[in-house]
């Protein structure tokens, strides 16, 4: 129910204030029964491969004639480029509210009005897919060049494994190209332990006999601990064995801040980055 403040008959505003609280019951009721409202910014839950792929077929049918297929745009028309990073939003919810509302002032027109809300979200997680596809994304180093310095001086491969060659002291990289945007693997070679999963922390225990051994940390519960070694040995302990047991949450991969220059960062970005299911042969 819908209360309003009570004013005095007598009181010299009482026409203007009653006149006042009916428009202003009249919009909040019209807007409980509104049938589309803009998006909070609180995630895309239509954002599956299957949501992407339905909203790419609405995209070709529907928004095609005037972005293209390629989503490139056309300057004839003022449509704009929509495969690099959007100038208008920067989220699904943001993209989901200019569909429904359109632009003003621009030939961006709202949708119809009868598209389901679902299907809208679909189309956005789509327009959001194509600033993610590695072809529409431009970096300044050279993935060739990063391959080189993967396997060379940079000397990756000691610990982690590409396309089943590597070292298990890190990662699987193979297909991180899909986990990572450039930004992330940027800030995952200069910090690295910015973010570290428990699966790569340390762990450094002493048994009862005084003997120190490291390693990561395979696994560990209330009766027994499992590390393996720079040597990639495995070791097992019952925690009844063991009088310390020191956890490092930190990585263990050294940051590349001081020893690489930025065009390097660049380059093993840009490999990195190129590492994905569908390119590896």
Known sequence: MLFLRSIPIGSPTTALGLATHRLLAIAFIIGLFTKHSLAEDAGNLYNTPFDVRAGGNYFEKQCSRCHG???KGNDE???PDLTGRLRRASSSAGIFNILRSGISGTAMMAVDPNVPDAQLWQLAAYIESLGSDP???QLEGSAEAGAALFAGAGNCLSCH???GQGGR??????SIGTQ???DELTLALLEPSAEVAPRWWTLTVEDKSGKVYSGLRMNEDSFSVRIMDQQAQLWS???SQLVRVDRSETSSMPSYANSLSDSQIDDLVAY?????PEMMP
């Open 272 to 276: 990195l980055y190129s590492l994905r």
């Open 135 to 137: 072809a529409n994304v």
């Open 77 to 79: 028309v003022g449509a």
């Open 180 to 182: 990572l945007n450039p």
């Open 169 to 174: 002291l890190g990662p699987d990289l193979s």
């Open 69 to 71: 297929f390629d989503a």
């Open 161 to 163: 494994v590409v396309a």
């Open 237 to 239: 302990f019952a925690r």
